[in-house]
Every structure is written in structure tokens, then in C-alpha cells.
């Protein structure tokens, strides 16, 4: 055994330490990252207006606190401008929606009684023992449905409406959190960088760079996607002739970029709905459009990521599938930043390149 231990001693403390580092981001992100998210979310945000800090710093001679102030405002300025233009067309396009309400009930309500009427026409057609034992089922299943929905509905709403202080306290944590980071951006890299070997000063500089850029990466290749979903979707949506395509179209590309979620969420029941009311040609293009999405996220995601974070796809692909099936939603992030950081890693020597 110690033979093989002295042969192999390179080898072995190299797997040990990829198995450290493995473990430690899984304990990390499983049981400490929730408590320290709103620290997180405010370094990236520093580091985001860094540039217009440093240029209002700079350029203008405004003291580094009073950049970082206006430099929050005008980040929330421009967040809050795009998501007031969103809110007011969807309000727009909800006014719309709601005086065509009362004939778009009349309309489900006529569907589901004409379902019904088909279904029971059907039924009475059976032998009796058919008919008692179906009625039962069909009875079972509605009441088993009913009393799992009701729970779910109310426990969402209370979870709903529960998750809004947290959120607030969130966001007020955060931004107090990012003008301090921002102010004293200078002081806090130095004071880290006296508690730190001057060999490892560099080190971790590169580290900081490169997942800032794999973040970075990843945020831009979701925008890209979401813009080229949301176009399929309306360019598909106003073949079919649907009102509200563009809005439509813009909702399904934010939803599609949820894993959660994703595209079939609105298509699915969507073209179940006009298969159901007889609208074939509607429900089989809802279907189309379905597939021309998923195909084109399948397709593209690991490549568009891949080429944001330098990544070869294909591992991109497993980071994303291997972090949501450990971390869930948000293992779609960390999985790809996972590898970033072990690519990083290699980039400084800790961990060997491959050959």
C-alpha cells in the first residue's frame, strides 16, 4: 500500500483536492449560500457599475461615495424604466384581454358543456357495469383533484403572499449591501489581499475575473435565447393569427428562460384547449411552434453558452444538467460557473491541465 501510495502520490493529492473543492462548492450552495445571497447578488452588482463608478470617480471628481449612490440609482433608474415599459403594455394588453373576458368564458363554459354532453353520450352507450364503474372513477378522481388543488391554491397564495416581506428585505439588503461594497471596493481588496500570500494575490484576481465572466456569459446567452424564442413565438403566433402576439410572444421567451417552467407551460394546455374546442388547425401550430423551441434551445443553449463561458458544449450540457438535478433551478447557473471554476483552477496551476 505504500508502495502504491509513493508511486502515485501526484495523482492522488490532485484527486483529493478536486474532491475537497467538489464537495466544498456542494456544501456551499446546499446549506451556506442562501444566507449570504444578498452579499453575493451585491458583489456582481458592484463589480457591474464598477466601470461608471470609476468613470464618475475619475472623470467628473466625484467623491467615491456619492459615485456609487448615483451609480445604483441610475442601474435601478434603467432596471425600473424596462420593467414599468413591460408592466404598462401587459396592463395595457390586460385591459384588452378583460373586456373580452365575459366572451371568452362563455366560450370555455359552451366548450366544457359540450364535452360533457359527448362524454356522457358516450358512456350511455356502454353496458350498465361499464357506466356505474366509469361514473365511480371519473367521481374519485374529480374529488382527489379537488382536494389536492384547494390545499395547493391556498398554501401558494400563503407562500405567495408570505415571500413579498422576504423579498423586500432581500432587495434592501442588497443594496445597501452593493453601495457598500461599491464605496469601499479599493479598501476591502486590500484589506484581503494583506490576509493573503503574495502568490496568491494573482491567483485570486483571476479567479474573480473569470467567474465575473462566466456569470456575465451566462446572462447574456439567456438573452439571446429569450430574444430568439420570444421571435419564433411571434412570428408562429401571428401566422396563426393570434391577437396579441407580440405580448404573448415576449411572455413565453421570459417563461421559456425558467427550466422550471419553459416554453410548454403556455403552449401545451394552449393547443390541448383548441384541440379540445375543434380549433385543430390552431392546436397543431401551437404544437409546432412547441417543438420549434424546444429543438432550438436543445440545439443551441450548450453551444451559445459554451461559446459565452469557454466551454466545450457537451460539458457545458452535463454542468447544466448534473447542477439542476442536485441544486434545482438554480443548478442551471451553477453548474456552468462550477466548471468555470475548475477550468480557473487549471488556468493558476492548483489543479493539472489536460492533455
Request: with cysteine; proline share 4%.
Amino acid at each position: 500500500m505504500t508502495d502504491f501510495y509513493q508511486k502515485h502520490k501526484q495523482v492522488i493529492h490532485r484527486l483529493l483536492i478536486i474532491g475537497i473543492i467538489i464537495l466544498g462548492v456542494y456544501l456551499f450552495f446546499r446549506y451556506i449560500f442562501s444566507y449570504v445571497a444578498p452579499f453575493v447578488v451585491a458583489w456582481i452588482l458592484s463589480s457591474l457599475i464598477e466601470p461608471m463608478v470609476r468613470w464618475f470617480h475619475k472623470k467628473l471628481k466625484l467623491s467615491r461615495e456619492f459615485s456609487s449612490i448615483l451609480s445604483i440609482i441610475i442601474m435601478l433608474i434603467f432596471i425600473g424604466t424596462i420593467c414599468t415599459g413591460i408592466i404598462m403594455k401587459i396592463g395595457e394588453q390586460a385591459q384588452e384581454f378583460a373586456k373580452e373576458l365575459p366572451s371568452y368564458y362563455a366560450n370555455f363554459t359552451q366548450t366544457l358543456e359540450n364535452l360533457r354532453w359527448k362524454t356522457e353520450s358516450l358512456m350511455f352507450g356502454l353496458p350498465i357495469n361499464i357506466q356505474t364503474f366509469l361514473m365511480d372513477h371519473i367521481n374519485q378522481v374529480i374529488k382527489h383533484f379537488s382536494n389536492m388543488l384547494a390545499p395547493g391554491v391556498g398554501k401558494g397564495s400563503i407562500s405567495f403572499v408570505a415571500a413579498l416581506p422576504n423579498a423586500l428585505f432581500f432587495t434592501i439588503v442588497t443594496l445597501i449591501a452593493t453601495f457598500f461594497m461599491s464605496k469601499d471596493k479599493e479598501k476591502m481588496r486590500a484589506f484581503i489581499e494583506r490576509q493573503m500570500p503574495k502568490s496568491w494575490v494573482i491567483k485570486m484576481d483571476i479567479i474573480r475575473r473569470d467567474l465575473l465572466g462566466a456569470l456575465l456569459g451566462y446572462i447574456r446567452t439567456q438573452l439571446i435565447l429569450m430574444i430568439f424564442t420570444s421571435t419564433i413565438c411571434m412570428i408562429g403566433l401571428s401566422i396563426l393569427r393570434f391577437e396579441y402576439s407580440l405580448l404573448i410572444g415576449i411572455l413565453i421567451g421570459i417563461v421559456d428562460a425558467f427550466p422550471v417552467f419553459g416554453s410548454g407551460t403556455i403552449l401545451i394546455p394552449w393547443a390541448v384547449y383548441h384541440g379540445i374546442t375543434g380549433n385543430l388547425y390552431e392546436a397543431v401550430g401551437l404544437l409546432i411552434i412547441y417543438g420549434v423551441v424546444v429543438l432550438f434551445r436543445q440545439t443551441f443553449e450548450p453551444k451559445v453558452l459554451g461559446s459565452q463561458i469557454g466551454v466545450y458544449p457537451l460539458f457545458t450540457l452535463m454542468a447544466m444538467y448534473i447542477g439542476i438535478k442536485l441544486f434545482g433551478f438554480l443548478g442551471i447557473i451553477i453548474g456552468p460557473v462550477f466548471v468555470i471554476f475548475l477550468k480557473t483552477l487549471q488556468k493558476i496551476g492548483i489543479l493539472p491541465k489536460w492533455k
